[in-house]
């Protein structure tokens, strides 16, 4: 289950507007929406396209992502 606070901490850390993050993963904006809000789950390529984007270590994918 995605650590959701964790993510949106992230993302407002980045500076990255959540519409530009959406559309890198091939989302709608609302499609992300409901992921970064744990209301549907990120699939493995997502996530390896997330912490890209967001340059996030090892650590920050597991504490976010396999928590």
């Known amino acids: 289950m995605t650590n959701s606070e ?3 901490e992230m993302v407002a850390a ?3 507007k959540k519409s530009y993050i959406a559309e ?3 989302l709608s904006r609302s499609g992300y ?5 744990g ?4 699939v493995a390529s997502e996530i ?3 912490s890209k ?4 270590s090892r650590a920050q994918v597991n ?3 396999l928590s």
């Open 39 to 42: 209301k549907t789950e990120f």
């Open 24 to 26: 890198r993963l091939n």
């Open 33 to 37: 929406l409901k992921k970064e809000n």
């Open 6 to 8: 964790k993510l949106k």
């Open 63 to 65: 504490d976010i992502f």
């Open 53 to 56: 984007i967001l340059s996030l």
């Open 48 to 50: 390896q396209e997330l």
């Open 14 to 16: 980045s500076g990255l």
